[in-house]
């Protein structure tokens, strides 16, 4: 399969999966099945280098968050973990869960939150809208799915081989910045007509009601 990788300033040597602990989904090297998000991360940096990679997953230890209420949930929880362990101080459960994910598969596949959906999701972390504003939010955001590689198996040549690698384009750069101020704006002015939406419905759970369900299974 095809993927696509930004970088602010090119891949030095074997890929590996290097980023910084405090991504999304942990440690590793990031990689996107559309090449909008990537282009976005890297536009504005002089040194970027945006790759065409071909990633064959099979013979991987895989997860992947499905598009169900369960699974996005815990697409949501597994983000505020990496962001943010004291978030979870005293849920071992949910520490146990998530250092899980972090440690036994090769591959994590889930959708992508970019900086338009960081504030929400913050504000969800926060207790200051319900689950269902975030995920309605959620729905707004369509930049595909981001497949993480957490392992050196997963990132060794039996799996992954670039296939290309440019700079953009002006118009690639000029489009990828407008569209992600396109996406900010658009999050931000729509955000109280979907906590509005939600304000009466008793159905809706806050992160601390999820976090004490979920140490209770």
């Known amino acids: 399969m095809i993927l696509y990788h930004g970088s602010k300033s090119g891949i030095k040597g074997q890929i590996a999966p290097g980023s910084r602990e405090r991504c999304d989904f942990g440690k590793g090297f990031y990689l996107g099945d559309m090449p909008e998000q990537p282009q976005g991360l890297i536009a504005e940096h002089k040194d970027h280098v945006f790759y065409e990679i071909d990633f064959q997953p099979e013979g991987l230890n895989t997860k992947e968050f499905g598009d169900d209420y369960a699974d996005q949930i815990d697409w949501a929880l597994f983000i505020a973990y990496n962001r943010d362990k004291t978030l979870f101080t005293g849920n071992d459960i949910l520490i146990q869960k998530y250092e899980m994910y972090n440690n036994t598969y090769d591959v994590i596949i889930g959708l992508i939150a970019d900086d338009s959906m960081i504030p929400t999701l913050t504000q969800f972390f ?11 939010c959620l729905k707004m955001v369509r930049l595909g799915k981001q497949y993480v590689l957490k392992t050196a198996k997963a990132c060794s040549n039996d799996h992954i081989k670039i296939i290309s690698s440019r700079t953009l384009t002006f ?12 996406r900010k704006d658009r999050m931000s002015s729509e955000l109280s007509a979907i906590k509005a939406r939600y304000r009466r419905d008793p159905s809706v759970k806050y992160f601390d009601e999820i976090i004490e369900e979920c140490n209770k299974c």
Do not use: F, R
């Not at 118009?171 to 101020?181: P, V």
């Open 126 to 136: 926060n207790g200051d809208i319900s689950d269902k504003v975030m995920l309605e």
């Open 171 to 182: 118009k690639e750069k000029k489009m990828a910045t407008a569209q992600a101020s396109h």
